[in-house]
């Protein structure tokens, strides 16, 4: 019976060879129109939501949150469908990833690259993505800071040229105080959405157990740099401690693949909180805990 099974198998695997399969092309076509008709779905149910006068802004905050986890959860699972047939594929798989990763946490995507083939792993995308990975797991809750020195502007000179000073986050963090480490861009207006709610917590906390540092990290993407983040700090009222023309390694050093990113760091450079937890109303919260006021 054995050998039997066995040549039944044999046979279908024949016949399997002998369909058409879809190209790498038309695979990728596919789930991109998938993307497209999740993403119009979305828009859709917003633009209803919105329009909705019998809601209340509260209640339409809600109703988005909700929408947004539902579309995410879509992207999400039509990637994996397509990386479950397509774990060796070194022309599908890291296109796929590259659109679906941000939406994932750290341990469900760790898992999800685990299965992949060494040669998609091998790939520039998903080698980048591993790499990250491993840089966030030496700097996650209950990990030391890692340390970093950046080319801090501190002014200018009569001319106007800069004049530089070597500052690095070990001057502020570890030193007794409790800090909250944001890293932000001027160019990056979730980043300025973020500032209001920073610029209150400092208010309300900073003194002898607790501080706000902000590190400009990215500048150059935009084709800005020291100027335009000394000048947009001052137009935000941003008074507490800063960092500027921090360039990449800052964020390459966390893992840090999208700004805003705070780190809550305790007296001692333990890392607290970072990410996810430390957005809008979290971070308040979280610094009221550690604090214990």
Known sequence: MKKIVLM???????????????????????????????MNEYREAAEKIDADEALTDEQKDTK??????????????????????NPTNVEVAP????NIYSYMK?????????????EVKATEVVSYILGN????????????????????VAG???DGNPIYEKKSLSDFVGKGKVMLVDFWSPWCPPCKAEIPNIKAI?????GDDFDVLSVAVWEESRKMDWRNTIDTAAVYGMKWLQLNN??????????IDGIPHMILFDKDGTILKRGDDLRGEKTAKAVAEVLGR
């Open 8 to 38: 039944a198998a044999a046979a279908l695997t024949v016949f399997a060879g002998c369909k058409n399969q879809k190209s790498n092309e038309e695979i990728l076509a596919d789930f991109q129109a998938g993307i497209e008709s999740v």
């Open 64 to 85: 988005f949150e909700a929408l947004e986890e539902t579309a995410i959860g879509k992207l999400v699972s039509s990637g994996r469908k397509v990386l479950a047939k």
């Open 95 to 98: 296109k796929v990833i590259a």
């Open 106 to 118: 750290d341990d469900e995507l760790d898992a999800l690259l685990a299965p992949l083939s060494e």
């Open 133 to 152: 990975l491993e840089t966030k797991k030496a700097t996650a809750v209950g990990k030391k800071f890692v340390d970093f020195t950046v080319d801090h």
């Open 156 to 158: 200018v000179d009569k």
């Open 202 to 206: 400092w208010e309300q906390y900073q």
């Open 246 to 255: 921090g360039h990449q390694e800052p964020a390459s050093l966390y893992g």
